[in-house]
């Protein structure tokens, strides 16, 4: 069965610090992948999507990037954190059954930013 | 813009009542709308889906009911359970997903 991986499940950074949250899919290949973020008490937000190795669409600009170094890895990052960077990252990956694509997120990364 | 506009934001209901929770959609390049269902420090869980040519889907409790003319669709929760109070997100499909803003659901004993 597949599974996905989020690490760390909570991280506390100080602003102007630098960011790597990563994502790993288990039992699937050539997943698609997405990253989103939650604000408190919000919904989520789009941020990046991966169709395939190296290949990256950004949703919203800001001073996120995101890169797939393998087929089944995401990384968020960025290079000097903002205290708006604060929120809930989830990871996602979908598959493609009978028409209709599914998305199945990760168990998140809380990021507080201070 | 995409959006997808989601009421209530929040709702309360006693058990055994029926829950609902309503969305609107603008784009209608949209080709398919699930639910999902987060619990507190949880990631969001698939809960149904639908896609726009069917009206309605029910799976055990839960239903959703699409109207594709009003762009509009709705999720009824029935004999709604304490252990159903989460914050729900519905969803609109098209490369990638398009969340509403979410309902904070809190069924009371």
């Known amino acids: 069965s597949q599974t996905i991986h989020q690490w760390p499940a909570t991280l506390v950074q100080p602003v102007g610090s630098p960011l790597s949250l990563e994502c790993t899919v288990e039992g699937t290949s050539n997943p698609n992948l997405y990253w989103y973020r939650q604000a408190a008490g919000r919904g989520l937000q789009l941020l990046f999507y991966?169709?395939?190795?190296?290949?990256i669409s950004s949703e919203v600009p800001q001073n996120l990037s995101a890169s797939r170094p393998q087929d089944r890895q995401f990384i968020l990052s960025s290079k000097k954190l903002l205290l708006s960077d604060s929120g809930f990252y989830l990871c996602a990956w979908s598959v493609f059954g009978r028409g209709q694509e599914t998305q199945y997120f990760g168990p998140g990364t809380r990021l507080l930013v201070l | 813009q995409q959006q997808v506009k989601q009421s209530p934001q929040s709702l309360i209901v006693q058990k055994g009542g029926i829950s609902i929770i309503n969305c609107a959609y603008e784009?209608?390049?949209?080709?398919?709308f699930p639910w999902y269902q987060q619990f507190p420090g949880k990631g969001p869980a698939l809960l149904i889906a639908?896609?726009?040519?069917?009206s309605e889907k029910k799976e055990g409790r839960f239903t959703i009911s699409f109207n594709k003319s009003a762009k509009q669709f709705s999720l009824h929760i029935m004999d709604s359970q304490p252990g159903d109070s989460a914050t729900y997100f519905c969803a609109a499909h098209r490369e990638g997903l398009t969340f509403g803003g979410g309902t904070r659901l809190m069924v009371k004993p």
């Open positions: 784009n209608t390049a949209f080709d398919y």
């Open positions: 991966s169709v395939g190795i190296g290949q």
């Open positions: 639908i896609r726009p040519d069917v």
